[in-house]
């Protein structure tokens, strides 16, 4: 029953969700956005040690966004049970569920989802939300993601007519939030829909079987793993007809929308922009627009110096405040994005949210070669999966250096571990590449090193890259 009220109350924020941008003027919105914040504010300091002493001397019944302090990673992990409101939770309790196998999919002390994120710096991040704020999540994304397929013919067709059936390609081997969002849905909704996870570690031969067995007409995954399974599709080997795709976690390129539209004919593809921290924040209208949604998150445009950006001008980060979790305040949190905000620009769809373009591009997908010639593509997720799995491992980097060559860089978290995790790294490279077809037509060479730079034109570090061309048919 309890998941019966869960479902309804993620159908009721999806209603509110899609009037607001149908109907609400920008205005509405701004107000909407100003008496959620200070209402956040003010329950932090109220309730969360840590902002208590991070605001004090600061007069928060009259709030000036940008007087306040900035939250990181690292200051949020120093602090992690000092950063909630509600006591009786310790750090201890908390990285001891995240690094349990077993727990993986389940609710933390059965009333929290808790998600986790590690960065170019090897820094885990833990992140808990309540039950209900996580269905609230789930009802703006589910409203804002699919906006004008909500029609009375779709929900006839795929309710009445057949069930739809969703594939999520998600890497599920811990508490991601991709996989937590496919996972942590009111079991109800699984009687209205067929919602599989496929997991993305898996040999790419082994998905295309899946799918090709559940002929999805939904599919989410990263927009690299998109652009793979177009390849698989125009290689012949992957024989399903999508109708809708999404993608998160990483931004499109051109050329994955110009061989997934190449590969699936009539397909439409919606981007999204959210992260462990905060979910919902942007999604793409019919118009190619990626509006934020400005009810239920702030994003700040600003510059190294913290200094807000004008519109049009690229950011050098982003700070985030989450408007819904307020069990682990995220206020003016700090993620390295670069970003460009137009709060003014007017969208053909009517939205009254600003506009946001994500910049660049920090992973690439690996083509590589068989030993009869053929190009098999391997996105970079499962290979972030892959080195996620090593403890120890403080950073890395992997370079597609030439056709088939493979550089693995990393720093352990303390040297004495090297030749461990060296032995590690090429165990698991060797038992991820013996279930492919290049298994014998690979070299990877592994480097201990001692500082993984992040290139001037990046914001981010680029832990996984090709310097190989992708091949001319895919260009």
């Given at each position: 029953?309890?998941?019966?009220?869960?479902?309804?109350?993620?159908?009721?924020?999806?209603?509110?969700?899609?009037?607001?941008?149908?109907?609400?003027?920008?205005?509405?919105?701004?107000?909407?956005?100003?008496?959620?914040?200070?209402?956040?504010?003010?329950?932090?300091?109220?309730?969360?040690?840590?902002?208590?002493?991070?605001?004090?001397?600061?007069?928060?019944?009259?709030?000036?966004?940008?007087?306040?302090?900035?939250?990181?990673?690292?200051?949020?992990?120093?602090?992690?049970?000092?950063?909630?409101?509600?006591?009786?939770?310790?750090?201890?309790?908390?990285?001891?569920?995240?690094?349990?196998?077993?727990?993986?999919?389940?609710?933390?002390?059965?009333?929290?989802?808790?998600?986790?994120?590690?960065?170019?710096?090897?820094?885990?991040?833990y992140?808990?939300?309540?039950?209900?704020q996580?269905?609230?999540?789930?009802?703006?994304?589910?409203?804002?993601?699919?906006?004008?397929?909500?029609?009375?013919?779709?929900?006839?067709?795929?309710?009445?007519?057949?069930?739809?059936?969703?594939?999520?390609?998600?890497?599920?081997?811990?508490?991601?939030?991709?996989?937590?969002?496919a996972?942590l849905?009111?079991k109800?909704?699984?009687?209205?829909?067929?919602?599989?996870?496929?997991?993305?570690?898996?040999?790419m031969?082994?998905?295309?079987?899946?799918?090709?067995?559940?002929?999805?007409?939904?599919?989410?995954?990263y927009?690299?793993?998109?652009?793979?399974?177009?390849?698989?599709?125009?290689?012949?080997?992957l024989?399903i007809?999508?109708?809708?795709?999404?993608?998160?976690?990483?931004?499109?390129?051109?050329?994955?929308?110009?061989?997934?539209?190449?590969?699936?004919?009539?397909?439409?593809?919606?981007?999204?922009?959210?992260?462990?921290?905060?979910?919902?924040?942007?999604?793409?209208?019919?118009?190619?627009?990626?509006?934020?949604?400005?009810?239920?998150?702030?994003?700040e445009?600003?510059?190294?110096?913290?200094?807000?950006?004008?519109?049009?001008?690229?950011?050098?980060?982003?700070?985030?405040?989450?408007?819904?979790?307020?069990?682990?305040?995220?206020?003016?949190?700090?993620?390295?994005?670069?970003?460009?905000?137009?709060?003014?620009y007017?969208?053909?769809?009517?939205?009254?949210f600003?506009?946001?373009?994500?910049?660049?591009?920090s992973?690439?997908?690996?083509?590589l070669?068989?030993?009869?010639?053929?190009?098999?593509?391997?996105?970079?997720?499962?290979?972030?999966?892959?080195?996620?799995?090593?403890?120890?491992?403080?950073?890395?980097?992997?370079?597609?250096?030439?056709?088939?060559?493979?550089?693995?860089r990393?720093?352990?978290?303390?040297?004495?571990?090297?030749?461990?995790?060296?032995?590690?790294?090429?165990?698991?490279?060797?038992?991820?590449?013996?279930?492919?077809?290049?298994?014998?037509?690979?070299?990877?060479?592994?480097?201990?090193?001692?500082?993984?730079?992040?290139?001037?034109?990046?914001?981010?570090?680029?832990?996984?890259?090709?310097k190989?061309?992708?091949?001319?048919?895919?260009?």
């Amino acid at each position: 029953m309890k998941s019966f009220f869960q479902l309804i109350l993620m159908f009721i924020i999806a209603t509110v969700a899609r009037v607001r941008e149908r109907y609400f003027s920008r205005d509405r919105i701004k107000k909407i956005q100003s008496k959620k914040l200070n209402s956040l504010v003010r329950y932090a300091y109220k309730k969360s040690p840590m902002y208590r002493k991070l605001y004090e001397g600061i007069d928060i019944d009259n709030l000036d966004l940008q007087r306040l302090p900035i939250v990181n990673k690292e200051y949020l992990l120093r602090h992690l049970s000092e950063s909630l409101t509600v006591r009786g939770i310790t750090k201890d309790d908390i990285v001891l569920f995240a690094h349990d196998p077993d727990s993986v999919g389940r609710y933390f002390k059965n009333k929290y989802v808790l998600s986790t994120t590690s960065g170019t710096t090897g820094i885990i991040g833990y992140f808990l939300i309540e039950q209900w704020q996580w269905i609230v999540q789930k009802g703006v994304e589910f409203a804002r993601l699919l906006k004008h397929r909500l029609s009375f013919h779709y929900i006839f067709k795929y309710t009445v007519k057949t069930k739809l059936r969703w594939a999520m390609i998600v890497a599920s081997e811990g508490h991601y939030i991709t996989y937590l969002i496919a996972r942590l849905t009111p079991k109800q909704a699984f009687y209205l829909s067929d919602i599989r996870i496929f997991s993305i570690t898996n040999p790419m031969n082994r998905i295309v079987e899946q799918l090709n067995e559940f002929k999805p007409h939904y599919v989410h995954s990263y927009p690299t793993f998109l652009e793979a399974l177009a390849y698989e599709k125009l290689a012949g080997r992957l024989n399903i007809d999508v109708d809708f795709m999404s993608s998160g976690s990483e931004p499109f390129s051109d050329r994955a929308r110009d061989i997934i539209k190449k590969a699936f004919k009539d397909v439409e593809v919606v981007e999204t922009y959210g992260t462990t921290e905060a979910v919902v924040l942007a999604n793409q209208c019919k118009h190619g627009k990626m509006h934020i949604n400005e009810d239920y998150v702030v994003i700040e445009a600003v510059d190294d110096d913290n200094k807000p950006v004008p519109d049009g001008v690229a950011s050098k980060k982003v700070l985030i405040t989450n408007l819904i979790n307020k069990l682990q305040p995220l206020i003016r949190y700090e993620l390295r994005d670069s970003v460009i905000i137009d709060h003014n620009y007017k969208c053909e769809c009517g939205s009254p949210f600003a506009t946001i373009e994500i910049q660049g591009r920090s992973d690439d997908t690996f083509y590589l070669m068989t030993k009869d010639g053929h190009f098999r593509a391997f996105p970079p997720i499962p290979f972030e999966a892959l080195f996620l799995r090593i403890k120890g491992l403080r950073q890395y980097q992997l370079i597609h250096e030439d056709q088939n060559h493979l550089i693995v860089r990393y720093i352990a978290q303390d040297s004495k571990e090297n030749d461990r995790i060296e032995n590690e790294i090429r165990t698991r490279f060797k038992e991820f590449f013996d279930s492919t077809d290049v298994k014998d037509n690979i070299t990877i060479t592994i480097e201990e090193s001692g500082e993984i730079t992040r290139p001037p034109t990046h914001q981010k570090v680029r832990q996984i890259f090709s310097k190989v061309k992708p091949p001319p048919n895919i260009v």
